[in-house]
């Protein structure tokens, strides 16, 4: 897959916590494979209380309780570049343009072409216009 940030991890947690508390988290904590530790009683002066406020802590203590959960590295960068990519080969842009344009290799760039075209992306781009949001920068 072009996109590495474990989403399905983030959406488990905003599922109880709410995606404002879910991507917090991940951005506080995240890293790979990152544990953390959820206490058994909702104590209000803890920092993951701190953190996502104590109504959401509540509600990840009594989920999770006791227990160590899994919190995703939340880093969007290799998604932003997949779009540029994809961007920039909508429009024809040569290769070697796009991988000065988004910092990466042009080794890097046929694989991320090769992904998205895997997936389906390319066949996508050409049902969308400017303003069916075709391009947000």
């Known amino acids: 897959m072009a996109f590495t940030t474990e989403f399905k991890q983030i959406e488990r947690i905003s599922e109880i916590v709410g995606v404002r508390a879910a991507l917090m988290l991940a951005g ?8 953390v530790y959820v206490p058994v009683i909702a104590d209000p002066k803890h ?21 160590s959960i899994t919190v995703p590295e939340c880093d969007l960068k290799s998604l932003r570049r997949a779009g540029q990519v994809h961007r920039l080969s909508v429009l ?26 895997r997936e389906g992306y390319f066949d996508l781009a050409t049902s969308l216009t400017e303003s069916e949001g075709g391009h947000c920068d």
């Open 92 to 117: 024809g842009v040569p290769i070697g343009e796009q991988a000065l344009a988004t910092g990466i290799g042009i080794a890097g760039v046929k694989v991320i072409q090769g992904e998205l075209r």
């Open 47 to 67: 920092i993951i209380a701190k953190l996502i406020g104590l109504p959401e802590y509540q509600k990840l203590v009594q989920a999770y309780g006791g227990q």
């Open 28 to 35: 506080f904590f995240g890293k790979q494979g990152q544990r």
